[in-house]
């Protein structure tokens, strides 16, 4: 189906963009054949490193006269396999092209290429007291073109919403190696179809994404932070549905079970306050007026406390608060350490059926004796649902994810949720995508999938079943 990358072509990859940045060492082969999904490896036949959006049109042109599959690749803290050449050929890196090219405080965007880190994004323009929300647990080491290529979230998507609410504008090239501008520093644009949000989300299978224009927001003048312990894991989901219900909208509602705290605990070699807690919810209000925050906060308190928290610590000052959000963010590392095989879901519901998600699971869990781990930003309704193999022979667990997966994606859609909140289907949700759409979507996602990449060389073996 695809031809293989020959030392002519190696050469031809060289003439474009330079011999320093083009690698076909078993060390960069072996890097480069792996994101952050657990138990998915394949290797590329070399790597090369753009700078330029000519430089990906000039790629794109040889590899579809060669027949070679060309993979995006952002910073492969991805989770679904996006970044993993499943059948070989070139994985097109754009680590390089790194630039924040300008911060416009008139209009209120930055304009950045793709290989940013999202938290320099951050630093950035709250440098300037301005505000990017998106806000991935990864973000100091996933790129915004990652970003966009798979929607991310994160916790403040509660209220600020996700990366596709930012996106004005974007520069990108199609596999025929026409380069294409979409949008623009515009809050406003409804000329023909809407590209950009065509892009933000299509997992690198349409085009390569060269430069984004983010919109901007004023930088919250006020902070605050609540961790919320509770006896019952119950009690703690039950609380996000009060307090959404209460018109109360936080920046973030995070749910940590006990065993993915004290995970992070062992990783991180630090205590967390009242670990031996079912589960805590941490909890973030933001704004501008501190009285504001602090009615918020007292509202809130009340909920939790009424829910039977153990009870509410406040974290003002930055140092404690990013004590608990290092905490937070360490969960997906510590699992990992914890059980080096595991299996993640991402999945999503409407936030009302949070409880009722997380019961379900907890009954999936005990009907397969297995060890299920749920965390995540439950007051979007978005929970991550890891399953870990601990001692359970080889075979066993093999025979049990795509039984754990099935029985996971039928309870989230039956309570009207979805396979895949921020990770994407990838390589590895591809085959279920068909519990989630109907044929005649997925003939309508295959058929633009076409158009874009008429030869099928641009990330093949992702999303589609
Ligand atoms: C510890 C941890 C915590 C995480 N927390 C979150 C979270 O809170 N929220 C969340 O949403 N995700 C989270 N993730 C998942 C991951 O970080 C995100 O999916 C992120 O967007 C990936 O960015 P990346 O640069 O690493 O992309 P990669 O893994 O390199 O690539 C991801 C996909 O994007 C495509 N791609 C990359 N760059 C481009 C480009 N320029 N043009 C076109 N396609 C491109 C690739 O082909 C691939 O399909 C987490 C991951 C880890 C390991």
């Not at 509660?158 to 190696?177: F, I, M, N, Q, R």
Request: proline content about 6%; hydrophobic content about 40%; some cysteine.
């Amino acid at each position: 189906m695809y031809n293989k990358v020959t030392p002519q072509i190696v050469d031809a990859l060289r003439a474009i963009v330079g011999e320093g940045s083009v690698r076909t060492d078993e060390e960069a082969l072996e890097k480069y054949a792996h994101d952050e999904t657990v138990g998915l490896w394949a290797q590329p036949e070399v790597v090369v490193f753009v700078r330029s959006a000519p430089e990906v049109a000039e790629i794109f042109r040889l590899a579809t006269r060669e027949r070679i599959p060309v993979t995006p690749r952002g910073a492969g803290y991805g989770l679904s396999g996006g970044a993993v050449p499943v059948f070989g050929g070139i994985v097109l890196s754009t680590e390089k092209m790194n630039r924040i090219l300008e911060i416009d405080k008139q209009n209120l965007m930055v304009t950045v290429e793709p290989g940013v880190i999202t938290g320099d994004i951050h630093r950035a323009v709250e440098a300037e007291g301005l505000f990017y929300p998106p806000d991935p647990a990864s973000l100091d080491s996933c790129s915004i073109g990652g970003n966009i290529a798979e929607g991310a979230g994160g916790p403040r998507a509660v209220k600020y919403g996700t990366t596709k609410d930012y996106v004005c504008g974007l520069e990108a090239v199609l596999p025929s190696g026409d380069i294409i501008t979409c949008g623009g520093k515009r809050v406003k644009d409804v000329t023909g179809y809407n590209l950009v949000q065509l892009l933000v989300g299509s997992e690198g299978t349409l085009a390569v994404v060269t430069k984004i224009i983010l919109r901007l927001l004023p930088l919250p003048k006020v902070r605050v932070d609540l961790l919320v312990p509770y006896d019952d894991f119950q009690a703690a989901a039950d609380t996000v549905s009060d307090i959404i219900a209460a018109r109360i909208l936080p920046a973030t509602i995070e749910f940590m079970e006990q065993d993915s705290i004290r995970a992070a605990e062992r990783l991180l070699q630090k205590t967390v306050p009242y670990d031996d807690a079912a589960a805590h919810l941490l909890i973030q209000l933001d704004g501008n007026r501190q009285d504001a925050v602090d009615a918020d906060m007292e509202a809130v308190g009340e909920i939790c406390l009424a829910r039977g928290a153990r009870d509410v610590l406040v974290a003002k000052d930055t140092r404690t608060r990013d004590r608990l959000w290092e905490a937070r963010r360490a969960i997906v590392d510590a699992l990992k350490h914890e059980s080096p095989v595991n299996h993640m879901e991402d999945v999503v519901v409407p936030r009302a059926e949070i409880p009722a998600l997380l019961r379900g699971i907890k009954e999936i869990a005990r009907r397969h004796s297995v060890r299920i781990v749920c965390f995540g930003h439950a007051g979007d309704g978005n929970v991550h649902v890891n399953a870990l193999k601990d001692a359970m022979p080889e075979e066993e667990w093999h025979a049990l994810v795509p039984v754990l997966s099935e029985e996971i994606y039928r309870l989230t859609l039956s309570l009207g949720g979805t396979l895949t909140g921020e990770h994407g289907i990838g390589a590895t949700r591809r085959r279920y995508l068909p519990m989630a759409l109907s044929p005649a979507q997925i003939a309508l996602m295959r058929g633009i999938k076409d158009v874009f990449d008429p030869h099928h060389i641009l990330n093949p073996g992702k999303i589609f079943p």
